[in-house]
């Protein structure tokens, strides 16, 4: 299937989602990712902070998990049409862009670029790590200036049932999805 078509068709099942059906599903892929990864304190975690309006896995679970266990996290912004990454502490200041994403009030981009995982917002994700995200190609930018040894996690209500048929050349696959069901490797025996 087309990126087009399984963008629409994810954001529409997406949507269909009641509130508390989203964060009990949210809550089932934060246990999934925790008992998988085992993260460590001091490991550094990429995360994005979810927009309750498009219905996205609420990543507030995991921030809270992280800060509480003294992982160091880092969460995107755009600037100047640039993905920036900025760490964030208990005490960080956020505001609401015009698109309704909260982020943090500073601009001052950390200019990391190790992390031991990021996890990845995503529309829809297939079996080889085909992600469809939003289409502005923000994270693709992100995956090629990060570390190689970096874990690119998506995170996703739904199960992977079809192919992204027109992945392109510049298109980046992801090294592994998290959804309430289970945890798929792409990395073919690599780990």
């Known amino acids: 299937m087309l990126k087009a078509e399984l ?13 508390d059906e989203a ?8 246990e999934n990712f925790i008992k998988y990864f085992k993260p460590k304190e001091r ?3 990429h995360i994005f902070i ?20 003294n992982i160091r996290v880092y969460v995107p912004k755009i600037v100047a049409d640039k993905l920036i990454n900025i760490e964030i502490f208990e005490d960080t200041v956020y505001e609401t862009n015009s698109w ?3 982020e943090p009030v500073s601009n001052e ?3 990391e670029n190790y992390f031991h995982y990021v996890i990845t917002p995503l529309l829809y994700c297939d079996r080889n790590g085909n992600r469809v995200g939003y289409g502005k190609g923000f994270y693709d930018g992100l995956f090629q200036s990060i570390s190689p040894e970096t874990k690119k996690i998506g995170i996703n209500y739904f199960d992977p049932d079809e192919y992204v048929d027109d992945v392109w050349e510049n298109d980046i696959p992801l090294d592994y999805l998290v959804t309430p069901t289970e945890v798929l490797s792409f990395l073919s025996g690599l780990e």
């Open 7 to 19: 963008r629409k068709k994810y954001t529409q099942k997406r949507k269909a989602l009641s509130d």
């Open 23 to 30: 964060f009990l599903l949210s809550q089932k892929i934060f």
């Open 43 to 45: 490991e550094k975690v």
């Open 50 to 69: 979810p927009i309750p309006a498009r219905k996205e896995i609420d990543t507030q679970i995991f921030i809270k998990f992280f800060l509480e266990r």
């Open 100 to 102: 309704g994403i909260t």
């Open 109 to 111: 981009d950390s200019g």
